[in-house]
């Protein structure tokens, strides 16, 4: 766990306590945007985020400093899967009318964002066997799936990281947050740490996660709430922007990655099984109707519709859950090969090869 650093009532109790001639030449002038401290915090990570780091993928180090109109030309991000271990539950559990009765296992990914000013982190997994077990899930964590060992396999420590995003906060994405200092900014939709708190989910969000999200609130700069409902899609990054997804979760938003095959949709839990919700269309009957899964908190029209969202929005299409798929018109016409984004893709035999199957079987 990181310590908190101290809150701003703290920080204002110790300047009065100990102000001196020299403290009050430092004291921020009326009406300063940026005080001295958060000066300082905002230098040091704009420091750290144009450290070196290595980028397995490429072989390739960042030169360690290019203008910002350089940056936006030569931007070319990647996006890295990050196994974090995985989850077993009943067939129906991960997508509706499926034959229950029968446990299967998936995987819990996160996802790293490099080629940009600093590695993004895109969700963070789950903490331990016990918040799994808790609401019925199977968990396999292995000592190869922790965060240290993901981002590893990448050149990326810990420390490096510049961001981290939440596509939501359930069990299985939120579990290791507090490993990331307060000095990197966390990402989340404030109507997603709402509904994680209002216990409508009960132990779908773990408390551990919770509590380290309420003390990292009070940290300094150390969490970034968006509003994405009201406010339409975000650019947190260059060529990363967070749009709400409409879908799972009250607060899931969807991470669009700008790549030079086009956008990554890192979309969390709008959607678990690609083979069965959008390739087959299970038990569905419309052209091109996705199936949903069996966990949501809003209107079955809202899940549908999030999952043609990110369909219609996307070139890559990354679950939290399964390997992405490629995409072209609202169509999946392959399946991501590897780990990496862009990267090999497993072309269908046809688009709606499996559906005419399906439907006629
Ligand atoms: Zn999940």
């Given at each position: 766990m990181n310590a908190v650093a101290p809150g701003p009532v703290y920080t204002l109790m110790v300047a009065v306590g100990v102000l001196t001639d020299e403290a009050r030449q430092r004291t921020v002038p009326l009406g300063q945007r940026d005080p001295p401290d958060r000066r300082r915090r905002l230098q040091r990570r704009s420091a750290h985020e144009h450290g070196n780091h290595r980028d397995p993928a490429n072989n390739l180090s960042r030169p360690p400093s290019r203008t910002s109109t350089e940056r936006h030309v030569r931007m070319s991000l990647t996006v890295h899967t990050l196994e974090l271990g995985r989850a077993a539950a009943d067939s129906t559990f991960f997508v509706r009318h499926r034959v229950p009765g029968t446990l299967v296992s998936a995987p819990v990914h996160g996802y790293l964002i490099l080629g940009g000013d600093a590695p993004i982190v895109v969700d963070t997994g789950f903490r331990n066997d016990d918040v799994m077990a808790r609401v019925g899930l199977h968990p396999e964590l292995r000592d190869e799936n922790s965060m240290e060992a993901q981002l590893d396999r990448y050149g990326v420590s810990i420390d490096e990281v510049g961001m981290v995003i939440q596509t939501h906060l359930h069990v299985d994405h939120a579990g290791h947050i507090d490993k990331f200092p307060t000095t990197t900014p966390v990402v989340v939709n404030r109507a997603e740490m709402e509904f994680a708190a209002s216990g409508l989910q009960g132990l779908g969000y773990a408390p551990e996660d919770l509590k380290h999200m309420i003390d990292r609130t009070h940290a300094p700069d150390a969490v970034r709430w968006l509003d994405l409902e009201l406010t339409g899609p975000v650019s947190v990054a260059p060529g990363v922007r967070c749009e709400h997804a409409g879908g799972h979760t009250d607060g899931s938003l969807v991470v669009y990655v700008d790549t030079e095959h086009g956008p990554a949709a890192i979309c969390g839990d709008i959607l678990y099984d690609i083979e069965d919700q959008v390739i087959t269309g299970l038990m569905q009957n419309g052209f091109l109707e996705p199936q949903v899964s069996n966990?949501?908190?809003?209107s079955l029209r809202g899940e549908t519709a999030a999952i043609k969202k990110v369909l219609n929005n996307a070139t890559f299409v990354l679950p939290g859950h399964d390997i992405g798929a490629k995409v072209e018109n609202g169509q999946v016409i392959g399946r991501v090969e590897g780990l990496t984004v862009p990267g090999p893709v497993i072309a269908l035999p046809s688009p709606g090869a499996s559906r005419e199957v399906s439907l006629n079987s």
């Open positions: 966990n949501f908190s809003g």
